[in-house]
Every structure is written in C-alpha cells, then in structure tokens.
C-alpha cells in the first residue's frame, strides 16, 4: 500500500511542478533545474549520476544523427533537359522564370532581371537537386537547378516550393 501511496505523491508532485513551471519565470525554472540535479546527485550519487547524465546525452546526440541520416536519404540529384522557358513578370517588379522539364514546370525564385540566362535556354542540360535538411524539429526542403556556363562555372537557381 505504501508504494501506491509514494507513486502517487510523486505524480502529484510532478503535477504541482508541471504547474509551477507554466506560470514562472526562466530564473526560477534554472534554480528548479539545479534542485532537481542535486537531488539526483544526493540520491544516486555522483557517480551514477555523472553515467546517467552521460548517457543521456549520447542518447540524444544519436538519435540526432539518425534524424540527420533519414532525412538526407531522401535527397535526389537528376539531369534534366529543358523543354521551355517562360518569363512573367510579378508586381513588385521582379521577373519569375519557368523552366519546363521532365520533371513538370519549376518555377525559379523572383529576380530583378526579364532575360532568359544563357545556360536556361531551350535544349540545355541542368541538374535538379532536392536537399532535405532538419531545421528545428521540422524537416525543410530546398529545390535548386544548376546549370554550367559556358566559362565552366555552375549557376545555382533556386527553385521555389510550396510552403
């Protein structure tokens, strides 16, 4: 009876905090936290402790780069021919071009200029890259074209994506 009795303080306990920590300040949720570490120290030692903490963190730090390697396992690199350009110009006075591909229309990010860069023509060859990358705890796509100039030099397009 009395292990049912500790779990249950100690969930109302952690209820009380829970509440305490939604309704305080950041310095009074630090010195909380610095509470909670010594009392893990005083009650597991400095030992276990110190191990505990440890492997929390190569835990974390683990499931991070897994998240990392599951995320750019779904990068895709392509060569594309370009079937058709179109350029249309927006309100604010940029120019958006629309390259035509296997892949369907890529609409390239707003710029400033309304001529068609050389290495977008009809007919040329481009290479198509989807890179997906964590940014917080959400994965983020980012779409470019490249394109080599004539002087060996690669252009980087940027392709918009909806949001």
Not at 87 to 94: H, I
Request: net charge neutral; with cysteine; hydrophobic share 45%.
């Amino acid at each position: 009876m009395t292990m049912k009795k500790n779990k249950t303080l100690v969930v109302l306990a952690l209820l009380f905090i829970g509440i305490v920590v939604a309704c305080v300040s950041w310095k009074l949720l630090i010195a909380l936290a610095f509470v909670v570490a010594l009392w893990y120290i005083v009650d597991m030692g400095e030992e276990k402790f110190f191990a505990f903490v440890k492997e929390a963190f190569v835990d974390i730090f683990t499931y991070g780069k897994e998240k990392i390697k599951e995320a750019a396992q779904n990068d895709v690199e392509q060569e594309l021919e370009i079937h058709d350009v179109t350029v249309d110009k927006n309100e604010d006075g940029t120019f958006a071009l629309s390259v035509f591909t296997e892949r369907g229309k890529l609409t390239l990010e707003p710029r400033s200029f309304d001529i068609i860069p050389k290495e977008l023509q009809k007919g040329r060859k481009v290479i198509y890259r989807e890179v997906y990358t964590w940014v917080g705890a959400k994965i983020q796509k980012s779409v470019t074209l490249t394109a080599i100039g004539k002087d060996k030099e690669e252009r980087l397009f940027r392709v918009q994506t909806e949001k």
